[in-house]
């Protein structure tokens, strides 16, 4: 089992910026993915950006040049630093760890950018 804890998130204006995090604990095996989704009113769940043990890295093209992940293997933490926001980057950012058939997913933290 896994167990994901987010912090981070809250109201932004349109243009500044906003970090979150994410820390997994529990039965961590090493080889997995962390990754960042959200989930606006009324849309689909979607990929933000994910990164791999080895810090290879996957963003959505609405978000590319904007935010950034990283990770801290030995924390068991993932990172999401999210620049020039937008209005509709307003979402419940969810966290995500995934290892073969294991899926483990955050409560999700709200983001507002106010325009």
């Known amino acids: 089992q896994v167990q994901l804890v987010e912090s981070g998130g809250g109201l932004v204006q349109a243009g500044g910026s906003l970090g979150l995090s994410c820390t997994a604990s529990?039965?961590?095996?090493?080889?997995?993915?962390m990754g960042w989704y959200r989930q606006a009113p009324g849309k689909q769940r979607e990929l933000v950006a994910s990164?791999?043990?080895?810090?290879?890295?996957t963003y959505a093209d609405s978000v590319k040049g904007r935010f950034t992940i990283s990770r801290d293997n030995a924390e068991n933490t993932v990172y999401l630093q999210m620049n020039s926001l937008k209005p509709e980057d307003t979402a419940v950012y969810y966290c995500?760890?995934?290892?073969?058939?294991?899926?483990?997913w955050g409560q999700g933290t709200q983001v507002t950018v106010s325009s």
């Open positions: 529990g039965i961590i095996f090493s080889g997995n993915i």
């Open positions: 990164i791999t043990s080895g810090h290879s890295t």
């Open positions: 995500r760890w995934t290892l073969f058939t294991k899926d483990y």
